[in-house]
């Protein structure tokens, strides 16, 4: 069975340019995540999806971030413009359902962004 | 808001037992996770404790006090490829929404 699938692995951007990351979720699986994780801390969920819905993006600052699952499949995470506090490991997960089977998520490798 | 608790590092040696303790507050408390990290990959799950109790997967136990807001991950027989990182995660009722922790960086010594 094929994991969640990200795309690009490492990208390096100027303060105040856009970059774009794509993810394609295992299949079938219902809900998306999107995880910011900064050197040293914990992943912080940025958006949830169930399906093409939003569940929850309370901590997605939306002054600059977007994201979108159309067709309740593969997502984009959008960043425009960039800042420095920006740096991080962007990391795409799903799950069968909301939560996870059992506490279980399965993450994509992730997408590392340094913005100079 | 919530929060979780765990120690930034623990240090054993090969063989020995490590247990990584996780404190959390929260509403709406639906179950605890655990993950774990290597250096530059992806989180992987390792176990999830729903009820008050012990779960035991081969080498690892994971533990939930549901009154007492605590839980923990024990690692035993550990092996050089237990280093890593360790999050333990909350699951929200509202929405099974997860939430980690800091993350334990486990250093296993020869």
């Known amino acids: 069975e094929a994991g969640v699938a990200q795309s690009p692995r490492y990208k390096i951007i100027e303060k105040r340019q856009s970059v774009a990351f794509w993810c394609n979720p295992i299949s079938g699986h219902a809900t998306l995540y999107w995880y910011q994780q900064i050197l040293g801390q914990g992943p912080k969920l940025l958006i949830q999806f169930q399906n093409n819905g939003v569940v929850d993006d309370s901590q997605l600052p939306k002054d600059r971030f977007s994201a979108e699952r159309l067709k309740g499949v593969d997502s984009t995470l959008k960043i425009q413009p960039a800042k420095l506090e920006d740096s991080a490991v962007y990391l795409c997960?799903?799950?069968?359902?909301?939560?996870?089977?059992?506490?279980?998520?399965?993450f994509g490798e992730g997408s590392r962004l340094t913005v100079l | 808001g919530q929060s979780l608790e765990q120690p930034s590092e623990v240090t054993a040696v090969e063989g020995a037992i490590v247990q990584i303790n996780c404190t959390y507050q929260t509403s709406g408390f639906y179950g605890l996770s655990w993950y774990q990290q290597h250096d530059g990959g992806a989180p992987t799950f390792l176990s999830y404790?729903?009820?008050?109790g012990l779960e035991e997967t081969g080498r690892f136990s994971s533990f939930l006090s549901r009154s007492d807001s605590y839980g923990y991950l024990l690692l035993q027989e550990l092996q050089m490829k237990d280093s890593a990182s360790y999050f333990c995660a909350v699951i929200k009722a509202a929405g099974n929404k997860l939430t980690f922790g800091g993350g334990t960086r486990v250093l296993v010594k020869p």
């Open positions: 404790n729903g009820l008050d």
């Open positions: 997960a799903s799950s069968i359902q909301s939560g996870g089977l059992g506490g279980e998520l399965f």
